[in-house]
């Protein structure tokens, strides 16, 4: 009998076990538990109207900026006061199929023209955030990703571009000016490089893109 109970708690340790790590690859809780090789993905990800993805993002965005906050990282304090890109969230499957927005301060306003083949000047900073939404219409904030032009020689690993990553929770997850941590964001360079002749910049999608201010 004793045995048997004890097969029955193992059994359900196991599947305890099994929960846990779905919910935290679902909701992001465990993203900062390990060094990834690329963004996560949203399990099951929504396919839902731009309209709907500029409501979920209106209602979370207040308090992203405050969990950003927490990091203590300046640009994360006010990026959403810069100049928004986009005119809707949309779906990046080069940031795990989420819905993401694009911001700039004022020494990145040419970031429109980065296909033509301008680059930034230095100072010029780029921050996207980022939201998951489930196909079951749970919503959940995510990282902040912030790249920054630095003045030439400054990073010649990264190309002269600084990347942060700060996650949901407000933690400074990476700085690759950071020698602690920069290998943590060595995978965000390594997709950047893919449009080195944009100055390492990806854009936004076509239809996604906001009229020019």
Not at 15 to 32: M, N, Q, R, V
Not at 166 to 190: M, N, Q, R, W
């Amino acid at each position: 009998m004793l045995r048997n109970l004890g097969l029955v708690g193992l059994v359900v340790i196991v599947f305890w076990g099994i929960g846990y790590l779905w919910l935290s690859a679902e909701d992001g809780t465990a993203e900062t538990a390990f060094q990834p090789e690329g963004h996560f993905r949203t399990f099951n990800a929504a396919s839902i109207s731009p309209e709907r993805a500029e409501s979920y993002y209106e209602n979370l965005r207040g308090d992203m900026a405050d969990r950003y906050a927490e990091a203590a990282e300046a640009s994360a304090m006010n990026y959403q006061q810069w100049q928004r890109f986009n005119s809707a969230p949309y779906i990046s499957a080069t940031h795990g199929d989420r819905f993401v927005n694009n911001f700039g301060n004022a020494l990145a306003a040419g970031y429109a023209g980065v296909l033509q083949g301008e680059t930034l000047p230095p100072g010029a900073i780029l921050a996207k955030d980022a939201f998951a939404v489930t196909a079951g219409e749970k919503v959940f904030a995510q990282s902040l990703f912030l790249m920054e032009k630095l003045e030439q020689g400054r990073s010649p690993a990264f190309a002269d571009w600084r990347y942060v990553m700060i996650t949901a929770a407000g933690e400074l997850y990476a700085d690759s000016l950071d020698p602690d941590t920069a290998a943590k964001v060595t995978f965000c360079h390594d997709c950047h490089a893919g449009v080195a002749d944009q100055d390492y910049l990806f854009y936004i999608p076509e239809p996604f893109r906001a009229a020019s201010r």
